[in-house]
């Protein structure tokens, strides 16, 4: 008898346990595509980099463009997310378009540096018009309905991750634009990496808790 009622209090304990969200602080790196996708983001740039010392830019490039595709094919065959396996093809194919119209190694990285600029500039022009960009997403995911605005400590809390993400983007692009304008291939390749997922996500644990700080004020209470 204590033996049915135990396996009835578990069976009515299981939807409770299984219906709560994900944690998303837990689960950052997996939406990112966990250690692998950072893997698989950096070998086409290792591949290149190594490539034109040995054969030259034009070599350098079919290789790259090589390795994505290859990757592309196992990821699709370990059934990732498609935008995931094609986005990496495709940023692969535009550097290396780059590389090939501006006829050096270090435009493969161009595209990136400019973008890095952009978000920079986008992200700290929304704080100083106060309207942190990661607060009106957190509005929009949750309706647009909620003025987080009004409430202090939940813009402050979105002031905070949206300098965090315009600090991301304003160092990749400090550093690695100095890299390009010296010509320092090698180093601009690992700054790339290093200064990718790693500093995403870095930034995106502030925007989490900007998040939870502002769910836990608007929503939540």
């Known amino acids: 008898m204590s ?9 009515s304990q299981t939807p409770e346990t299984t219906s709560r969200p994900a944690d998303p602080s837990a689960t950052l790196l997996d939406q990112m595509g966990g250690v692998s996708g950072l893997v698989y983001n950096a070998v086409p740039v290792v591949a290149f980099v190594a490539a034109n010392a040995v054969f030259g830019l034009p070599v350098a490039i079919g290789i790259a ?3 994505a595709l290859v990757i592309m094919g196992l990821r699709l065959l370990r059934k990732e997310p498609f935008t ?3 986005g990496g093809l495709f940023g692969v194919l535009v550097a290396g378009g780059v590389a090939a119209w501006t006829g050096s ?3 493969f990285f161009l595209i990136g540096i400019w973008a890095s600029l952009a978000g920079a500039v986008v992200t700290l022009a929304s704080v100083l018009a106060r309207r942190p960009l990661t607060g009106g997403l957190w509005n929009l995911l949750h309706g647009g ?7 202090r400590p939940a813009l402050r809390g979105h002031d905070v991750a949206t300098l965090a993400l315009t600090a991301m983007f304003a160092s990749r692009f400090v ?3 100095w890299l390009y304008g010296t010509d320092a291939t090698g180093w601009l390749a690992f700054a790339k990496i290093a200064m990718g997922t790693p500093l995403l996500a870095l930034a995106l644990l502030v925007v989490v808790w900007a998040f939870r700080r502002s769910t836990k004020r608007l929503v939540a209470s």
């Open 3 to 11: 033996e049915r009622s135990h396996t009835t209090e578990t069976i």
């Open 65 to 67: 463009v090589a390795v």
């Open 84 to 86: 995931q396996t094609i």
């Open 105 to 107: 190694a270090g435009g």
């Open 145 to 151: 309905k909620h003025d987080w605005r009004a409430d």
């Open 175 to 177: 550093v690695q634009y």
